[in-house]
């Protein structure tokens, strides 16, 4: 009897054990997309970044009468 109690304990635990490991690999499979996501957001961004300094710095820029467009236009 009380062996059987202890098999039955080592195989609940076993189950869990099991149980839990595929839970852990499901969530660094999410962990690793996420850090996917995230790298190319970073870099989407960075790139946004750089684009709106480029266009803030023409902005800036004093453009010459030549390149203005007459009023009537």
Known sequence: MIEEN?????????EKHVHQERI????????LD??????????LLTRADDRIERLSVAIEQPRSATDERPPHY
């Open 6 to 14: 202890v098999v039955k304990r080592i195989t609940t635990l076993e």
């Open 24 to 31: 852990l690999a499901d969530l660094n499979e999410v962990i």
């Open 34 to 43: 996420q850090q996917k996501r995230i790298t190319r957001l970073e870099a």
